[in-house]
DNA sequence: AGCAATTGTGATAACGTTATCAGAGTCGCT
DNA sequence: AGCGACTCTGATAACGTTATCACAATTGCT
């Protein structure tokens, strides 16, 4: 009490004290102060209360540099997405934080932009950062599998959302986007629909997306042609396709130029299935007697478009919230646990952009 | 060369093999190392080349955590948004982080979920971090605005976009929300529109919101009525009037029961609009004969609506460029320079919902 | 040749925290 | 009374980096 009346900018000048300030504040070893803070050890309850005054009226927070530092762990947790405009970023982001907040993890968010060069950037910052783990919710390329491959061979517990990394110790979950096409395309064929096109993918490299193989097998299974004329995917120049209205709208005008049109088409997502839309409209025809449209994702939108389209819900929040759990699971117990994989499954929201024909074969 | 063949998980067991690794494995200093990391001070090329080699063989990535402890700075700006779902976020973000990935600052984003407990724990986050500096995008909110001061009182330098924080050391960057609505309203009584309504705003309290300003002078000056009751808000209960596809559709619905309905309406943002529109379509009228409708902010989406979204486009990624760009000269300059104030044009992008009138009087 | 300036390298301490050990005091039990 | 167990507090060292000082070797200049 000699050296009174010192406001939160103390000792050390700087805004920030530390934990010596506080020590110093109340003559007591910091070692105790820290005990305060950590709720850890022995403690006896007048001191603890004698450090928690000098705690808030000195406007003290701990600095998490330090003590990241000193215990090796950082609990951060890097999320690597695609982009963050899209419905399904923020939902994941909340599913995951959802399970973050609740375990005192903090979560770091970085966005490749369809860039590989972005991708690496915003990896080795999260690495950097020694964050304890990563759930990485982007497109897959050659390159980014093998820094991701690179990454986890260094220790960093990973888990992906919604795409393959072929390696032991890295979980994954997904939607069944297989099965949820697949339904959608059932839907079409109860409604009467024989000739059903799909938007959103070039025939030739869309292997990789279940969403799209479910198409192919749906349509085969009833005994439906494939047609690959009715199969429109954006430019062949748009490079790693990524999709859009614009894309949507632009293959779609492409689709209807040909004679033998479909009379039912199945978008890559919802976005495309919005461009689409519009493009069948400003061709003249109406959705859905001429045109009906599914689309995929069921965002928040979906529901407000004209006719509110019909698509495939994915429970997204829950994906994210397995990921992080799977995650969470790993960093604090076994570090080279076998793999697990968790699909969930999707369901068809059914809406006017796909009601039962009134005059169709 | 007698401890031969160590790959990079070297000899601190640890994945991450610190400056003291590489320093003994080639027999020398720690600082040397250093020095060579961040080309600082003296070094001989042949020494740099040693190091060099030594830093990719063994895979050395700088510990940022204790990079950023000595050097009292993280080069970390943190980015508050009230979510990441919508394209105005993805924007703003977009436009700060070019700035910032060219002056080698990282960003972490943080998200309000409309909740200020959550805006307080990010910003605590932040803080805690010991970010160099923030930028805000958040509502404002009392308890918000309180905290805020709060953290600049404690030197934290800080940008406010689209919102208002009345500090001397805080920078703002805004378009002008309140031009962008007096123009539409100019646009849409130029096409012969007396009866102008607004969606997404409760008469009472939309006080703080320029664009509802602008609605309003726009209508006073062009000696207008403005009617109450065709000014349609959120439900009461709904909270801090956030406005989404969900409100403009119940809003409109509401609107669309009186018996003098406007024959326009001006919707807070192009989400409330396109909720509006469906409102309106499903009571079986059309856009734009039977009523005209004008959005705000021309999101990607308002291109691909049906009809196509009239709207006021505001400079996102710009305002986040502007943001940053001020940010870092304080941070890196004169840290108690009187604050700057940006306001950016916004205009008008006239599509398809407000076609000129063909039989109105 | 002589001396200052430049170049190259290393030793030391510090950033703010916490794990660990150590020691003193208290309590409970025989 | 004696002893082990528990409770409370403090001293020390370390996490990985870099600012600073120190010193030796080289260079340039008169």
Redesign the pocket.
Known sequence: MNKPRKNQNSV?G?S????????RQI?????????V??E?????????QRVQAAVTEMN????V???S????RTQVIGILLPDIANPFSAELVRGIQEVLLARSYTSFIGTTERSTQREQAELRALFDLRADGIIVATRETKKGNDYLLKLTENRLPMAVVGRTLNHPQVDRVTADHWQGAYEAVEHLIALGHRRIGYVGVQPINGGGLRRYQGYLDAMRDHQLKIDERIIVGPAEQAGPGYSTQDDGYAATNRLLKIKQRPTAIVARNDFTAIGAMCAIRDAGLRIPEDMAVVGFDNVPLAAYTAPPLTTVDQPTAEQGRQAATLLLERIEGDRARERREINLACHLVIRASTQPATQRT
């Open positions: 050390n700087s920030h004290p530390t934990i010596v300030d506080i020590a003559g007591v070893a910091p070692m105790t102060v820290s005990r803070i950590n850890s050890g022995y403690v006896s309850e007048a001191m603890r003290y927070r701990p600095n540099l330090a003590r530092l000193k215990r090796q």
